[in-house]
T-cell receptor, first 114, second 114 residues
Framework: KAGVTQTPRYLIKTRGQQVTLSCSPISGHRSVSWYQQTPGQGLQFLFEYFSETQRNKGNFPGRFSGRQFSNSRSEMNVSTLELGDSALYLC?????????????FGPGTRLLVL | AQSVTQLDSHVSVSEGTPVLLRCNYSSSYSPSLFWYVQHPNKGLQLLLKYTSAATLVKGINGFEAEFKKSETSFHLTKPSAHMSDAAEYFCVVSDLSGTYKYIFGTGTRLKVLA
């Protein structure tokens, strides 16, 4: 099976712009989670989608949003970018999003905000 | 609510010597516990997981961890370090008590000296 793929891998944006990141989960996986990784804050949970519905949400402002399509692919959007949004954004998938399931991570999208 | 603490941010060992990466967790429910490894500029890869079966869990690349409920610990060990083990290691707790299913520790960067 192909692993989790994320596009693009690298992105440079300027403050105030918006950005959309894409994640394709492992075939058959219905849960997709997004994480932000920064040197200062570590790995923080953004949100989880299951069957096209946001099921869990982390403590991030409303500028961060996401969606999931019927084929389980997911996108996350960040509007009005700030310098502090520079980070590695990781997507992970699992079959049902159950707490004992392994999450399979993509390689990440590295976003730089100038 | 669940939480996880990785007691060392950096660990250095010589090649061929044992590795010990420490992790303590807090959970009101029966947790699932995971160790992930992240090599530079790569996504996260599962090393091993505990999900209420055997308390001694064996993972990939010779790593193992022991779940000790009385000590609320899930330390990661390896008998003999290899240069390729140099990476960042994350302990993760997941249970049903909180909104965020996966809570990551702050990470331990393992350095292996020749």
């Amino acid at each position: 099976k192909a692993g989790v793929t994320q596009t693009p891998r690298y992105l440079i944006k300027t403050r105030g712009q918006q950005v959309t990141l894409s994640c394709s989960p492992i075939s058959g996986h219905r849960s997709v989670s997004w994480y932000q990784q920064t040197p200062g804050q570590g790995l923080q949970f953004l949100f989880e989608y299951f069957s096209e519905t946001q099921r869990n949400k982390g403590n991030f402002p409303g500028r961060f949003s996401g969606r999931q399509f019927s084929n389980s692919r997911s996108e996350m959007n960040v509007s009005t970018l700030e310098l502090g949004d520079s980070a590695l954004y990781l997507c992970a998938s699992s079959p049902e999003g159950l707490n004992w399931e392994t999450q399979y991570f993509g390689p990440g999208t590295r976003l730089l905000v100038l | 609510a669940q939480s996880v603490t990785q007691l060392d941010s950096h660990v250095s060992v010589s090649e061929g010597t044992p590795v010990l990466l420490r992790c303590n967790y807090s959970s009101s429910y029966s947790p699932s516990l995971f160790w992930y490894v992240q090599h530079p500029n790569k996504g996260l890869q599962l090393l091993l997981k505990y999900t209420s079966a055997a308390t001694l869990v064996k993972g990939i690349n010779g790593f193992e961890a022991e779940f000790k409920k009385s000590e609320t610990s899930f330390h990661l060990t390896k008998p003999s370090a290899h240069m390729s083990d140099a990476a960042e290691y994350f302990c993760v707790v997941s249970d049903l008590s909180g909104t965020y299913k996966y809570i990551f520790g702050t990470g331990t960067r393992l350095k292996v000296l020749a």
